[in-house]
């Protein structure tokens, strides 16, 4: 089984980035899947999440409006695509699906 997230890096405020969470090992379609994110010091915050089929979603109030989580089913594949980066939205951020978690990926917004 793996989880793994790709599509972290360094964007200045105002910009954008795509995560991606790429599943294996288990049937990805049949399980919700969640995007948290975390910095030192604090919990790790429930970002967005979506239903197996990805017809439900939900988004934590500080990031609705900017951030949109899908999914393509047929590769395995969760996205969040991230617009309007703000200096609050760096952490890294995780993906979760079927109990499993991916090891993160750091998002930093700096100018």
């Known amino acids: 089984v793996q989880v793994v997230e790709f599509g972290g890096g360094l964007v200045q405020p105002g910009g954008s980035l795509r995560l991606s969470c790429a599943a294996s090992g288990f049937t990805f379609s049949r399980h919700a899947m969640s995007w948290y994110r975390q910095t030192p010091g604090k919990r790790r915050e429930l970002v967005a999440g979506i239903s197996s089929s990805g017809g439900s979603v939900d988004y934590a109030d500080s990031v609705k409006g900017r951030f949109t989580i899908s999914r393509d089913n047929s590769k395995n594949t969760a996205y969040l695509q991230m617009m309007n980066l703000k200096p609050g939205d760096a952490a890294v951020y995780y993906c979760?699906?079927?109990?499993?978690w991916g090891q993160g990926t750091q998002v930093a917004v700096s100018s």
């Open positions: 979760t699906c079927g109990g499993y």
